[in-house]
């Protein structure tokens, strides 16, 4: 194999770069055409049924709302952003759920009138039975039944009617490019469930048995076959983008949801220019992509992608660091840290990118690692940790590292006692409190080795040689909680072999290779907390399938309140007391963590409160004008008000009075006595 060279150019920046002088021709794919915690539910438009079986615009949206509301709940909040997961109303308005919605019945439009083949009840009974049975999270399906309130019509039209108009709109469009959109201007959906329909609520699959399991993801409606693309998983779904198939660079990717086990296409609208080997980090509300290359030039600018409005919003470019491929990016909680990378020349510099303020700092420059690229970087919490790499000279991979602490802007070097041997393309992952390295490639020979670093001690242990997998690199690993998988990768051949292994036993433990995906590398794979999900690379053609990953994990990373609790008002200020004064805040102590609010739906005098502030179990709402009136007064919670332990609150009543006090009379005043003036001699 050919050595990297100072010399490279940027059309390695695809998946198949020249040093490995192997000949991949890729076929290219027609891209699909399409056009916290706490939430605030529409209360007048969730009915719990509907008495003349239609659905009308309003109510669509106010169904699509309660689907918002389950995804909301399960998208990530990483642990260290140092603000409170806001409510779903900070992240999409009512307007973006009317789009929603409109989208969706367009596109049902176009099919019946364009292409002549609408949407039939038969159609739509078929694809909630699909999702039922192929679900990958049967939890969370249950949770979007229930939030449609277990109503077969309403899971046809609101959840089944979406993902089936999207993927037989992208299937019309493979074959005809013609202006369907012109033929379906939007018409509100009135009266679009006929009343002598009749659908079967299907029974949703509990799945496999979690252990050393393989499953296809769904191939049907997916992105575009590439490869060296980004995946980030946001407690909901997995985003894919960007990447090459060998021949062009794509600005094209896909929402896979194991809820629905379905995709939907990224939009395109504002999004990035197309590129490969690029950077992805999750913040909790977007995806953030930046750098790579677009087969000519090496990027500095990016995205940020929210899949709850499927909207992009351009990343600044002031003080950006200089355009570059193959750097690493780890997000802090509030701040995406960029290092490395190549662009001519192998980089040593950074920058720290702030979505709030859409601005760049650079990173420090002082004791800074070597310049290179391939490297790995991960987060400790406090600390970004990189390793490895290739850089010019020889020998051009390394095994050396730094530790950049952004609140101090500065490095420290990693230690090299008992370091693993030199490396690049290899992986690596965070446990809590070691960083895992493994595989990879010293421009020499392909490597299975590895090593554990604990920055606490600055030490490095080996990992066990006993029953590791074979050697590669272009593999992926994640991490389980307990259980480092890796997966994929080259060493002449392609592999669908694995291994998970357990840093508590230093041992190590194949992966299944039954119903596994096909041998690949430059794939992507992410954790959701019960499984691991793999998507597209190259073997040697550019990839759209995948697979799914399952064993015997952690619990998810995403908290969920115990069934078993129950949603109860503990305590409510003012209730059952006499008050002196017009209260403007009244104070709810729940029996539960609080997961959704809706203050409309706290009632004084039958007025709902204004705003509302939320800290664990506690909820503050706020009256702009007290609604206070002398005498009695009712405090009222209606039943879809608060949601906590994932469940609705109970419907709860109390009163109070309200006994201004009386000021004290003030007294009068003693008149003065004017003494008599002496007679003047």
Request: one cysteine or more.
């Amino acid at each position: 194999m050919e050595t990297k060279s100072k010399n490279r150019t940027t059309d390695e920046g695809g998946f198949l770069s020249r040093r490995f002088l192997i000949a991949l021709p890729l076929c290219a794919i027609a891209c699909a055409i399409t056009t916290g915690t706490l939430l605030a539910f529409m209360r007048a438009e969730v009915p719990a049924k509907l008495s003349n079986r239609t659905l009308t615009f309003k109510e669509r949206v106010g169904y699509q709302r309660a689907i918002e509301d389950v995804y909301w709940r399960h998208r990530i909040w990483p642990k260290g952003r140092p603000d409170a997961k806001p409510s779903l109303d900070a992240v999409i308005s009512q307007a973006q759920l009317e789009k929603k919605v409109g989208n969706y019945w367009r596109k049902s439009q176009a099919l019946e009138n364009y292409w002549q083949q609408p949407i039939t009840a038969a159609q739509l009974q078929i694809e909630m039975e699909r999702m039922a049975r192929d679900t990958k999270q049967p939890q969370m399906l249950r949770e979007l039944f229930e939030s449609l309130g277990n109503d077969p019509l309403v899971i046809a039209e609101c959840l089944a009617r979406p993902i089936l108009s999207e993927r037989l709109v992208t299937n019309f469009l493979a074959h005809d490019q013609g202006s369907w959109g012109a033929s379906a201007e939007f018409q509100t959906p009135n009266g679009t469930a006929a009343a002598d329909v009749s659908y079967t609520l299907p029974a949703i699959s509990d799945g496999a048995a979690c252990s050393d399991i393989w499953a296809a993801t769904n191939a049907t409606n997916t992105p575009t076959a590439r490869a060296s693309h980004t995946a980030v998983w946001t407690g909901t779904e997995m985003i894919v983008w960007g990447g090459s198939t060998g021949s062009s660079y794509l600005n094209t990717g896909g929402l896979y949801n194991p809820g629905t086990d379905s995709w939907t296409a990224t939009s395109t609208t504002n999004a990035p220019d197309a590129r490969a080997s690029h950077t992805a980090v999750w913040t909790g509300t977007e995806m953030i992509v930046w750098g790579g290359n677009d087969g000519s030039n090496f990027l500095n600018t990016g995205g940020r992608y929210n899949p709850g409005t499927d909207s992009w919003t351009a990343t600044s470019t002031t003080n950006a660091p200089v355009g570059r491929q193959e750097s690493t990016a780890v997000w802090t909680g509030s701040e995406m840290i960029v290092w490395g990378g190549f662009n001519g020349t192998y980089l040593s510099s950074g920058g720290r990118y702030n979505p709030s303020a859409d601005s760049w700092i650079a990173t420090g420059v002082l004791i800074v690692p070597k310049g290179r690229a391939d490297h790995s970087a991960i987060w400790t919490g406090s600390e970004m940790i990189v390793w490895g790499g290739f850089t010019a000279g020889i020998p051009s991979a390394l095994n050396d590292g730094g530790r950049y602490n952004p609140g101090a802007d500065s490095w420290i070097e990693t230690s090299t006692v008992n370091v693993p041997p030199r490396r690049f393309y290899h992986s690596a992952i965070w446990t809590g409190n070691e960083m895992i390295i493994w595989g990879g490639w010293n421009d020499q020979d392909f490597l299975n080795t590895g090593g554990r670093y604990n920055p606490d001690t600055d030490s490095w242990i080996a990992t066990s040689m006993t029953n590791v997998p074979g050697t590669r690199f272009g593999h992926r690993a994640v991490w389980t909680g307990s259980e480092m998988i890796v997966w994929g990768g080259w060493d002449s051949s392609f592999f669908n072999t694995g291994g998970r292994f357990d840093p508590s036993t230093d041992s190590w433990t194949p992966t299944s290779t039954t119903d596994a995906p096909s041998a690949r590398w430059f794939h992507t794979a992410v954790w959701t907390g019960n499984e691991m999900l793999v998507w597209g690379g190259a073997n040697p053609n550019a990839l759209d399938t995948g697979g799914r990953y399952c064993t015997q994990s952690s619990p998810t990373a995403t908290p969920t309140a115990t069934p078993q609790q129950t949603c109860t008002v503990k305590e409510v200020s003012s209730c059952n007391n006499v008050v002196s004064s017009p209260p403007t805040d009244f104070i709810v102590e729940m029996s539960c963590l609080v997961d959704q609010v809706q203050p409309s739906g706290f009632r004084v005098n039958d007025i709902g409160a204004n705003s509302f502030k939320v800290s664990k179990s506690t909820i503050t709402f706020h009256f702009n004008t007290s609604p206070v009136v002398p005498g009695l007064n009712t405090i009222h919670i209606l039943n879809d008000a608060i949601t906590c332990c994932i469940r609705l609150v109970s419907e709860f009543t109390c009163t109070f009075t309200y006994v201004p006090t009386t000021p004290a009379p003030r007294p009068m005043p003693t008149p003065r006595v004017r003494p008599t003036p002496l007679p003047r001699p």
